[in-house]
């Protein structure tokens, strides 16, 4: 997985965690400004290692995955897009009928959106 300022692939989701293998369900997306726009595959997931790589003050995360593919999880993809075209529809209608708050759910739809997308390659309590 790899993208550049949020353009390329992606995982999302993390379904069914097995702690006995270290094992869960993940979905790679394309991704345009860390948005999913088209599911590619669906795998199981076991994260090996993630390090910072770059310097000051670009900073990356490079992560190594075991995967095995498997079929498309179409559930993981339908909640996927509910949860992040549904959080962007009601920014929009904030923002559409109630101007004078819309900031605050725009600052918390821009953090369950990001933290969405980098959820997967970090997830401390697991790994």
Do not use: C
């Amino acid at each position: 997985m790899s993208s550049f300022i949020g353009i390329g692939t992606s995982l999302y989701g993390e379904k069914g965690f097995d702690k006995s293998t270290r094992f869960y369900t993940a979905t790679r997306w394309f991704t345009v400004f860390l948005l999913p726009i088209i599911p590619l595959a669906t795998y199981k997931v076991k994260r090996v290692s993630t390090k910072l790589t770059g310097l000051v003050p670009v900073v990356g995360v490079s992560t190594q995955y075991e995967t095995i593919k498997i079929d498309l999880d179409w559930n993981q993809v339908f909640t996927t897009y509910l949860l992040v075209y549904g959080t962007i529809a009601l920014i929009i209608l904030t923002a559409v009928y109630l101007p004078d708050f819309w900031a605050v759910p725009l600052i918390g739809a821009v953090v369950l959106i990001v933290g969405l997308a980098i959820r997967s390659s970090i997830r401390a309590k697991h790994f």
